[in-house]
Each structure stands twice: as structure tokens, then as C-alpha cells.
């Protein structure tokens, strides 16, 4: 979970998908967090939630459109450099561990590449779903039921589910 200081103004709001409860959470600048959840809250929606729970409402809806929308920035160079490429893999297409580090300059970083998609804040808009092992689906902070039922629901053809 993440530590938000006191005076921080947060927003929050839930899209109910196909795989489960989606949370949403933002301040005024960033979204901070995207999440599955058992339950719904009370919603506190600003501008930045409101268009999020649009963007999931499109890719249920298999509309694709970019996520444009502003992150918060990873807290390392590489961290941030492995986010913007998870975030370049197209829908329904996969890359290896390997294969990001190779992208990110550092081919012998497949292991890091994982504990950063693990950490992932922001589950689907950085798709680390589509992030897999050579040996198969791998691992995902959501569980790995999520993790194939988005692979299925994208049609992705490079892993055998």
C-alpha cells in the first residue's frame, strides 16, 4: 500500500470490469494508484479519476485508446525506463522479462524487471500483465487468475494460457 502524507488531497473511485473491482486513486497532479479490490468505498472523484474510469470503460469495451493521463513518476531511472516500455507493449501482444530488460539497456536485468512490475502501482494502465516469463505466464501482483483472464481477454497469442 502506499504512503500518502496528511495534507495530500486524495480522490478516489472504482470500475467494476469483467476480472473484479478496479480501484482508482489520485491527487490533483497525479493518479497515484490503480488496483483490484474486494469491495467498493465511498467515491471521491476528481478530474483525473473520472477520465481513468473512462479509459477502463474503453478497454472493457476493447476501444483502445493511449493512457495519456499523468503517473506518478517511478522513484529510480530504471524503474521509470521499464514502466514507459511495459507501457509501449500493444494490446494483446506479450514481451519477455528478457526482452524488456533488453529494451530498457540492460539485458542482464530480467530479474529486476520482474521486481518491478511486481511493485506495479498501476495495474493495467502499465500493462504488466502482458510482461511473461520464457517458461510462461509468470507472476502478477493481482494474482495470477487476473493475470490470465487479462492475457484471455486480450486474445494474447504469444503464451499458451
Not at 467494476?16 to 467515491?43: K, M, T
Not at 530488460?101 to 529486476?112: D, I, P, V
Not at 521486481?115 to 501482483?141: D, E, F, L, T, W
Request: glycine content about 8%; aromatic content about 10%; some cysteine.
Amino acid at each position: 500500500m502506499m504512503h500518502l502524507s496528511k495534507d495530500m488531497e486524495l480522490y478516489s473511485g472504482y470500475c467494476v470490469s469483467p476480472i473484479g473491482i478496479i480501484e482508482i486513486i489520485a491527487n490533483d497532479q497525479n493518479l497515484l494508484q490503480i488496483h483490484f479490490v474486494q469491495e467498493q468505498n465511498e467515491e471521491r472523484i476528481n478530474e483525473l479519476v473520472l477520465e481513468t474510469k473512462e479509459w477502463f470503460r474503453n478497454y472493457f469495451s476493447k476501444k483502445i485508446v493511449p493512457f495519456t493521463l499523468p503517473l506518478a513518476k517511478a522513484k529510480g531511472y530504471f524503474s521509470q525506463r521499464v514502466r514507459e516500455i511495459a507501457q509501449k507493449i500493444p494490446f494483446g501482444s506479450c514481451l519477455t522479462y528478457q526482452e524488456v530488460a533488453m529494451r530498457s539497456g540492460n539485458a542482464k536485468a530480467a530479474q529486476a524487471v520482474g521486481q518491478i512490475m511486481k511493485y506495479n502501482p498501476y495495474a493495467i494502465v502499465v500493462p504488466c500483465h502482458r510482461v511473461i516469463s520464457k517458461q510462461g505466464i509468470g507472476g502478477y501482483n493481482g494474482g495470477i487468475k487476473i493475470k490470465k483472464a487479462l492475457l484471455e481477454f486480450e486474445g494474447c497469442e504469444s503464451i499458451s494460457l
